[in-house]
T-cell receptor
């Protein structure tokens, strides 16, 4: 069975541009998470979806960051007016969503803002 | 949210030796304690976890011990192999599907 997939694997953009990062969770997983990982650090939580709704978006750093999951499956993380400080690996994870549920991580999208 | 500290930040061992990584947390409501392994260029992968009603769990060469009173838990890897080289992260969320607040990570190097 397929794991969590993320596209693109690498994205290079210029400061001020808009980017979209996509996450395809494991089929049937209702919970979906976005994390951001800077070099040499642990992943940092951004947002958590349960189904279509954002159950916890407390990790989004500012209003330039937005994520959607319109049909409760694929999710898109959107970053407006990118800044050099947004450069990081963006990780997505999914989980069944019930108690005793493991989070499975995708390989990440490496975003570089020039 | 919970505050997780992890020690050591780097660890180098000879192949075949044991490795121990320790985590401390501050939130007494934490009930789930996972350990993740992250290899270069990959996402974190859960390798073992333990819940608050259990003191120790073992899976082949990997074990985790939990001291809830002292708020610390440890990862033990025995008979280390070069493929164990990676960054290891601990976390202490309230449930297994809660957001994961990762520790700073321990970079383990196993020298052949």
């Amino acid at each position: 069975g397929a794991g969590v997939s993320q596209t693109p694997s690498n994205k290079v953009t210029e400061k001020g541009k808009y980017v979209e990062l996509r996450c395809d969770p494991i089929s049937g997983h209702t919970a979906l998470y976005w994390y951001r990982q800077s070099l040499g650090q642990g992943p940092e939580f951004l947002i958590y979806f349960q189904g279509t709704g954002a159950a916890d978006d407390s990790g989004l750093p500012n209003d330039r960051f937005f994520a959607v999951r319109p049909e409760g499956s694929v999710s898109t993380l959107k970053i407006q007016r990118t800044e050099r400080g947004d450069s990081a690996v963006y990780l997505c994870a999914s989980a069944v969503g019930r108690e005793a549920s493991t989070q499975y991580f995708g390989p990440g999208t490496r975003l570089t803002v020039l | 949210g919970e505050n997780v500290e992890q020690h050591p930040s780097t660890l180098s061992v000879q192949e075949g030796d044991s490795a121990v990584i320790k985590c401390t947390y501050s939130d007494s409501a934490s009930n789930y304690f996972p350990w993740y392994k992250q290899e270069l260029g990959k996402g974190p992968q859960l390798i073992i976890d333990i819940r608050s009603n259990v003191g120790e769990k073992k899976d082949q060469r990997i074990a985790v011990t939990l001291n809830k009173t002292a708020k610390h838990f440890s990862l033990h890897i025995t008979e280390t192999q070069p493929e164990d080289s990676a960054v290891y992260f601990c976390a202490a969320p309230k449930t297994s599907y809660d957001k994961v607040i990762f520790g700073p990570g321990t970079s383990l190097s196993v020298i052949p």
